[in-house]
């Protein structure tokens, strides 16, 4: 049995694959721990696995500055390439910073034979590289290796503040040692990814890591049961942005979709707007993978999760990228054509209306889901990432 220890920022579409590789190496017999600042975390792992919340040797008032820190990244209304710049400058570098020393001393007491550190959260890697400890990287929004690539002079400003960030933790190296150089799980497909030019060997594309979350997430079932309309969709913007645009969006879904022939589940808080349509279902959470199956189409904000588990289902979408990596995402989603792809601050309302009927009445969408959905079950998934896993394992464990 070995000891494993995920490092994840407090970010759900970063947590969620780790639960299902986590789950699976705990099935496996090894001991696994999750290192993070999200304090909820404990109630959504695995049965067996731990948490150490970076959070729990701080002072009341600290605790209370990060949560604040944590509400201000949601309500910060950035948009394509200035997020990037945000999300180093006032997100990551600061976020690493202020954990760099909490991981290393957690690496100390527990004493782990693999870490694996989420691609943003490079000071998992740092204090592994540091220790001596082998570490995996896993790549939970793989938009970012080709977002940089495409775009090369940001390549090159958030490499510099890589390295900064690492001479900062005392690693005078011209090397970015964030991602591992043993082996890194990128969770999507190729066929997704996109063409391009071979990756390093050790960058394997291992398709979602999609698992039946614990928890019983309350749902209107009879409701969506009893309509009689002959289509269903569902409405996401993911839970990274709570800013006043979501007002707007929503707004907008609600004057394209009142009255017509759908049934609309949302996911937002029912006080958002001040009355919804009757056909309308509006919930602050939902069981998003138990929903799916039930569903026509899928309309969201390009977040690297919510897109692979639409696909996984065959379905098609309208995305309309935030921020961040969403906008390749969603240029990918229109390069395969599994969806339509609209500009999330211009469109209008009888876009959203026209693009959805179009998804419906045109199968080619559907078709083109599927076969992304099928390269998915082809990649292997939880099965291959954990063998890739317990291949680094080898030679340091030990087998009874």
Partial sequence: MAKIAFVVPPLTGHINPTLSLGGALIERGHEVVWVSLEESLEQHLPEGGSVFCLEHDHEEAENEENKRFIETIKKKAVFGIDSIKYLYEEVLVPLNLYVADKIAAFFDQFQPDLVINDHELFAGAIAAYKKSIPYATSITAPAAI????????????TENK?????????????????RSNLLNLIFTSHSFFG??????????????VIRKRPG??????DSLNATRHPHKIFVSIGTTFDHSEKRDFFTKVVEAFAGEPVFVIVVSDPDLLESWPENFLVQPKVPQLELLPHLDAVVCHAGHNTVCETLNNGLPMVVLPIAYDQQHVAGRVAAIKAGIKLNFK???????KH????LLHDSTYRENAKVIRDSFKEAGGTARATVLLEELLIPSEVHE
């Fill in 355 to 358: 693009s959805i009927q179009e």
């Fill in 216 to 221: 019983n997430v309350p749902f209107d079932w």
């Fill in 162 to 178: 890589i390295r900064d960030l690492q001479a900062a933790c005392g690693l005078e190296l011209e090397e970015n040692i964030t």
């Fill in 146 to 157: 080709k977002v940089m690539k495409e775009l090369p002079k940001i390549h090159e400003w």
């Fill in 195 to 208: 063409e391009d030019e071979a990756l390093p060997e050790h960058y394997h594309f291992v398709g979602p």
């Fill in 346 to 352: 211009r469109f209008k309302a009888r876009n959203l």
